[in-house]
């Protein structure tokens, strides 16, 4: 049972380009988890997905970031007109959803580099 | 706010010695985790205790909660040099949506 897949491991950007993280939860988890984290330090929460739905946004910025988990295929995190700043790690993690929401433990994935010039 | 403070933000100790670590929060629980990452990589679950326990151990781990105190802590005992890593609390509230919110993280160090 392979584990959370996230791709690109690492995204070089210039400044003003489109970024596009992707994740491909566990087999048969519903809810996905974004979060970025900058070096040395905790994760951000930015936005918690079910499949076709967004449940909460909270943590992610209203402008240029927006993230989707179609019935189909795997969630993504895309952000436009990228600025030096978005340089960060981006992490992924699912759960199944099964279990009583917020009571499972998160499956992570290896993570996205983005590096913006 | 719902967010975890952990302290202290760095320790290090020598190999044998117990390192504890704490989290602390503002606003109920639904339970808490403790996650570990090791440099570079994705977080790995170590353990969860829900707002109803209040002890828990899983092997060299022992996780105390004090929801009067709102706080946890993380005790690795017989440290060794592999379990250098970050160690993250991680929070779900009563209220709003069930939101996974990671504390700010100690950096373990152990030294051979």
Known sequence: NAGVMQNPRHLVRRRGQEARLRCSPMKGHSHVYWYRQLPEEGLKFMVYLQKENIIDESGMPKERFSAEFPKEGPSILRIQQVVRGDSAAYFCASSPGTSGQGTGELFFGEGSRLTVL | ?112
């Open chain 2, 1 to 112: 706010s719902q967010q975890g403070e952990e302290d202290p933000q760095a320790l290090s100790i020598q190999e044998g010695e117990n390192a504890t670590m704490n989290c602390s929060y503002k606003t109920s629980i639904n339970n808490l985790q403790w996650y570990r990452q090791n440099s570079g990589r994705g977080l790995v679950h170590l353990i969860l205790i829900r707002s109803n326990e209040r002890e828990k151990h899983s092997g060299r781990l022992r996780v105390t909660l004090d929801t009067s105190k709102k706080s946890s802590s993380l005790l690795i005992t017989a440290s060794r040099a592999a379990d250098t890593a970050s160690y993250f609390c991680a929070l779900t509230f009563t209220s709003g949506t069930y939101k996974y919110i990671f504390g700010t993280g100690t950096r373990l160090k152990v030294l051979a």
